[in-house]
Structure formats: structure tokens, C-alpha cells
């Protein structure tokens, strides 16, 4: 009974998919979850006599849970639209496409958000700033859009997984009982020859594809310099967004700091631009207040005489988030329902039984984390809860708290992003504009961590046990 509501959304999902293709998160996924939460309440209500109170405080209390990430994918929405048309964004692109030969793009582009991610310590900052940057230098080269989001990804999540400034590293580090240090020096143990395996294969798949794109590269050029004011001074905003950020300023004042910086730039470097998105005749300062506000909040299309380039310099805003934010208030009732009903709880305790050894423990922690992923649409719910549950497990059996945290960080973070519906996978393929099932092939450091993490408990590589 308590693996219906799963079956429900599984089914449901399945026909969206077959039916709606890459539309399927535009409402129908919204639909079905809001279906399985029905479900879920309903086996609730007469198979354990739960009023339906419980039940709503339950989904509120989830729903209220995510307005923090729901206001910075707002945030990052308009720095999407500021850091475009202000030309920021442009500039990065215009002077990456002369720098980076198309040879090596891929795993230089994994490895600069890895250094970026890892100093900051977050993956979303990073695909939202610099990786939007490097989708439209490796369009210009002529990678396929799978190739090099798949490389933005592997790079981001690397360095927020192992950044001490990462919130999901602290995360599980903090609810597992471990130091901070101890819990990155021993996920080393997995992540770098993941890291290692995924970068060979960015290295070697750059030099077997015929990506000349010499051509494009030109006409990208001539469309950027055409449009856009193209300066370097304008990468002062993105390094103050550094700055701040190593300061550790809370993300949303750091957003927000960013995009009204973008915003002063733009004014004064593309009024022209500006005023043309307004679409008020003789310019002025209705004019630019329009234009910005347009550009922070709403779509923008810039002709560029580039068709390829119009769609990457088109921007959606604050707008563009709100199907995305949509899905997450649907997958948190559905997370809501589950847990107030007690159902995840029941299938997890089936999943106990089966735990003999170190490997098959480690593989229910990752296989927990994981499930919780797609169930609940949450890396961080998906940590606390796999962690709570597995905690006295470990304990019981003598292992060091390390082996945990590192177990649930990979299979929690570095999956997340590869659920179409997890809020990780809704903001990267919304940010990025490549649909998370294009670009899930190519995250080979996401998908291989968790192998990893089995393999090594497997053959017993640093795994130590308390000394009693």
C-alpha cells in the first residue's frame, strides 16, 4: 500500500513523457504529482485513520521548507536577464570563444566550474554565471548541447561537492556527526578518480569530434560586437560577485547585489539595447526604467542578425522560473504526503533487512539517497532523511560517521541534478535551456559517483570501523 502512490506517479509520469516529450514540465508533471499526493493522502486517511490536519500541516510544512531556494531561482532568473543584456555575459563569451581552442573545450569548461564552484561553494551560482557563458562558447565551436552542459555539470558539482562553503556539504557533514574536514578529505577517496574518468573522457571525446566551427565562431563575433557594447571592463561585475561571495554574504544579498550592479552597468553601457526592449519610441528615462524592469522580470528577444545566437542571448527572466518553481511546490505536497502518512518510512525499513555488509550497506545508503531524489525532489531532504536513517545502522556496526556523510553525498548532490523533477534538475536545465534528459549521458562524474562509492566499499579501500 505504501509503494502505490509511487507506482501512480511512475505511471503517470511515463504517459506525460510518451505524450508531452520535452513539453512534459510545463504542467503535466505538475498534474501527475499532484495526482500521487491525492493517492498517498487517501492510503493515508483509511488505511491509518490520519485526519486530514496532520496532512495539510504535514505538505505546508514542506512547501514552506522551499521558499528560500523558490526566492533564489527567482533571483537568479533576473541575473539571467541583467547579465545578458548588460553585455556581461556577451563579453565572457566573446573573449572564451578566442581563448579556448574547441580541442580542449570540454575539459577545460568542466574544469573551470570545478575551480569557480569549489571557491565559492555552489553549483547553481556556477551554471548561472559561468556556465551560461561556456553554453554559448561551445554552441559557437559546435558542440551538441548535451556535450557541453553535460561538462558545466560534471565541473559544478565536483566543486560543490567538495567546497568547504558548500551547504550540502555541510549538510552531511553536520547531520552525520562529522567534522567538516574529515567528511571532504574522505569523499577525496571517490570523487577525484570519478573526476579523473570524467575528464578523460571530456578530453578524448574533444579531439575525436569533427567541432571545427571556425565559421561559427566568426559569425558569433561579428553578431556579439554588432549588438552588444563589448568591453572588459565589464567583468568587474562578475568579479565582485566573487568577491562577495568568498566574503560569504548570504547567496540572496550576493544575488541581488549582482543583478542590481548588472543593472547600473547596463543602463549606462547598452541604453540603446535597453530602450529597444521597452519598445517606447524616443528613449528616455521611461524608457530605460522599462526596458530593466522588462529584462528583470519578463522574456527578451535581441536580434542579433545570428539566428543560432538569437536563441542564446534570448533571456527569460523572472518568468521563465515560474513553471519550474510550480513543479517544486507540486513535488514538496507529494514529499509532504509521504512523509505525514509514514509511507517513505514503511519502504525504508524494508530496505534495512537486506543490509549484510559494508557494500550492501553502502549501496542502501546511496540507493536511499538516491530514491529520495526522485521521490521527494529534494537533495537536501534526501540527505537528512537518508542519514537519519541509516545513522544507528552504522552506528551499531562500528563504522566511522565519515563513511556515511560521504555515502549520502553521493548519492543525494551529485544525482539531483539528473531527476528532470528534482529542484537541482529543474534549475540547470531552466538556467542552461537544455532539457535534463539531453544532458544526463553526458554527466558522467554525476552518474558514476554513486558506482563509485560501491566500489570502493566493496573491495574495503579505506574503510576503517571504530576502534573499540
Given at each position: 500500500?505504501?509503494?502505490?502512490?509511487?507506482?501512480?506517479?511512475?505511471?503517470?509520469?511515463?504517459?506525460?513523457?510518451?505524450?508531452?516529450?520535452?513539453?512534459?514540465?510545463?504542467?503535466?508533471?505538475?498534474?501527475?504529482?499532484?495526482?500521487?499526493?491525492?493517492?498517498?493522502?487517501?492510503?493515508?486517511?483509511?488505511?491509518?485513520?490520519?485526519t486530514?490536519?496532520?496532512?495539510?500541516?504535514?505538505?505546508?510544512?514542506k512547501?514552506?521548507?522551499?521558499?528560500?531556494?523558490?526566492?533564489?531561482?527567482?533571483l537568479?532568473?533576473?541575473?539571467?536577464?541583467?547579465?545578458?543584456?548588460?553585455?556581461?555575459?556577451?563579453?565572457?563569451?566573446?573573449?572564451?570563444?578566442?581563448?579556448?581552442?574547441?580541442?580542449?573545450?570540454?575539459?577545460?569548461?568542466?574544469?573551470?566550474?570545478?575551480?569557480?564552484?569549489?571557491?565559492?561553494?555552489?553549483?547553481?551560482?556556477?551554471?548561472?554565471?559561468?556556465?551560461?557563458?561556456?553554453?554559448?562558447i561551445?554552441?559557437?565551436?559546435?558542440?551538441?548541447?548535451?556535450?557541453?552542459?553535460?561538462?558545466?555539470?560534471?565541473?559544478?558539482?565536483?566543486?560543490?561537492?567538495?567546497?568547504?562553503?558548500?551547504?550540502?556539504?555541510?549538510?552531511?557533514?553536520?547531520?552525520?556527526?562529522?567534522?567538516?574536514?574529515?567528511?571532504?578529505?574522505?569523499?577525496?577517496?571517490?570523487?577525484?578518480?570519478?573526476?579523473?574518468?570524467?575528464?578523460?573522457?571530456?578530453?578524448?571525446?574533444?579531439?575525436?569530434?569533427?567541432?571545427?566551427?571556425?565559421?561559427?565562431?566568426?559569425?558569433?563575433?561579428?553578431?556579439?560586437?554588432?549588438?552588444?557594447?563589448?568591453?572588459?571592463?565589464?567583468?568587474?561585475?562578475?568579479?565582485l560577485t566573487?568577491?562577495?561571495?568568498?566574503?560569504?554574504?548570504?547567496?540572496?544579498?550576493?544575488?541581488?547585489l549582482?543583478?542590481?550592479?548588472?543593472?547600473?552597468?547596463?543602463?549606462?553601457?547598452?541604453?540603446?539595447?535597453?530602450?529597444?526592449?521597452?519598445?517606447?519610441?524616443?528613449?528616455?528615462?521611461?524608457?530605460?526604467?522599462?526596458?530593466?524592469?522588462?529584462?528583470?522580470?519578463?522574456?527578451?528577444?535581441?536580434?542579433?542578425?545570428?539566428?543560432?545566437?538569437?536563441?542564446?542571448?534570448?533571456?527569460?527572466?523572472?518568468?521563465?522560473?515560474?513553471?519550474?518553481?510550480?513543479?517544486?511546490?507540486?513535488?514538496?505536497?507529494?514529499?509532504?504526503?509521504?512523509?505525514?502518512?509514514?509511507?517513505?518510512?514503511?519502504?525504508?525499513?524494508?530496505?534495512?533487512?537486506?543490509?549484510?555488509?559494508?557494500?550492501?550497506?553502502?549501496?542502501?545508503?546511496?540507493?536511499?539517497?538516491?530514491f529520495?531524489?526522485?521521490?521527494?525532489?529534494?537533495?537536501?531532504?534526501?540527505?537528512?532523511?537518508?542519514?537519519?536513517?541509516?545513522?544507528?545502522?552504522?552506528?551499531?556496526?562500528?563504522y566511522?560517521?565519515?563513511?556515511?556523510?560521504?555515502?549520502?553525498?553521493?548519492?543525494?548532490?551529485?544525482?539531483?541534478?539528473?531527476?528532470?523533477?528534482?529542484t537541482?534538475?529543474?534549475?540547470?536545465?531552466?538556467?542552461?535551456?537544455?532539457?535534463?534528459?539531453?544532458?544526463?549521458?553526458?554527466?558522467?562524474?554525476n552518474?558514476?559517483?554513486?558506482?563509485?562509492?560501491?566500489?570502493?566499499?566493496?573491495?574495503?579501500?579505506?574503510?576503517?570501523?571504530?576502534?573499540?
Open positions: 500500500m505504501s509503494f502505490l502512490p509511487f507506482l501512480v506517479l511512475i505511471v503517470l509520469i511515463s504517459c506525460c513523457v510518451a505524450v508531452f516529450g520535452n513539453a512534459t514540465l510545463d504542467g503535466a508533471s505538475q498534474v501527475s504529482l499532484l495526482v500521487a499526493s491525492a493517492v498517498s493522502v487517501l492510503v493515508g486517511h483509511f488505511s491509518k485513520r490520519l486530514w490536519e496532520n496532512l495539510e500541516r504535514e505538505i505546508s510544512d512547501i514552506s521548507s522551499c521558499a528560500p531556494a523558490i526566492i533564489i531561482l527567482l537568479i532568473g533576473a541575473i539571467g536577464g541583467t547579465w545578458m543584456v548588460s553585455g556581461i555575459v556577451p563579453t565572457m563569451i566573446y573573449y572564451g570563444m578566442q581563448i579556448i581552442r574547441p580541442e580542449i573545450f570540454l575539459v577545460s569548461s568542466s574544469l573551470l566550474c570545478a575551480l569557480v564552484s569549489l571557491m565559492i561553494g555552489s553549483s547553481w551560482t556556477t551554471v548561472a554565471t559561468i556556465g551560461v557563458a561556456l553554453m554559448g561551445g554552441k559557437a565551436h559546435g558542440f551538441d548541447d548535451g556535450w557541453i552542459a553535460g561538462s558545466i555539470i560534471t565541473g559544478a558539482y565536483f566543486g560543490d561537492k567538495l567546497s568547504p562553503l558548500s551547504d550540502t556539504t555541510v549538510l552531511a557533514s553536520s547531520v552525520s556527526g562529522t567534522p567538516l574536514f574529515t567528511h571532504i578529505r574522505y569523499m577525496l577517496y571517490t570523487t577525484v578518480p570519478t573526476f579523473c574518468i570524467s575528464l578523460s573522457v571530456f578530453l578524448i571525446a574533444g579531439f575525436m569530434m569533427n567541432v571545427s566551427g571556425q565559421g561559427n565562431v566568426a559569425e558569433f563575433m561579428g553578431g556579439l560586437e554588432h549588438t552588444f557594447v563589448i568591453s572588459p571592463w565589464l567583468l568587474i561585475v562578475p568579479v566573487g568577491v562577495m561571495i568568498a566574503r560569504r554574504w548570504p547567496s540572496m544579498v550576493v544575488l541581488f549582482a543583478i542590481f550592479l548588472a543593472a547600473i552597468v547596463g543602463l549606462i553601457v547598452q541604453p540603446a539595447l535597453i530602450h529597444q526592449i521597452s519598445g517606447e519610441s524616443g528613449g528616455g528615462l521611461i524608457a530605460s526604467y522599462k526596458g530593466m524592469m522588462q529584462v528583470c522580470y519578463g522574456s527578451t528577444d535581441i536580434d542579433t542578425g545570428v539566428p543560432m545566437l538569437n536563441e542564446l542571448v534570448h533571456t527569460s527572466g523572472m518568468g521563465g522560473m515560474m513553471p519550474t518553481i510550480w513543479l517544486i511546490i507540486c513535488a514538496q505536497t507529494f514529499g509532504g504526503a509521504l512523509t505525514a502518512t509514514g509511507q517513505l518510512q514503511d519502504l525504508m525499513r524494508i530496505v534495512l533487512r537486506f543490509v549484510r555488509g559494508t557494500a550492501s550497506l553502502v549501496a542502501s545508503t546511496v540507493g536511499t539517497s538516491l529520495c531524489n526522485i521521490a521527494l525532489a529534494d537533495q537536501y531532504l534526501s540527505i537528512m532523511l537518508a542519514s537519519s536513517m541509516f545513522k544507528d545502522s552504522y552506528l551499531k556496526r562500528g566511522e560517521s565519515r563513511l556515511l556523510s560521504r555515502s549520502c553525498e553521493d548519492g543525494a548532490t551529485v544525482t539531483s541534478v539528473l531527476v528532470p523533477w528534482n537541482c534538475g529543474l534549475t540547470q536545465s531552466t538556467v542552461l535551456g537544455v532539457a535534463t534528459l539531453t544532458y544526463l549521458p553526458y554527466c558522467f562524474f552518474y558514476l559517483s554513486p558506482l563509485t562509492s560501491i566500489v570502493v566499499a566493496s573491495i574495503g579501500w579505506k574503510i576503517k570501523r571504530k576502534c573499540s
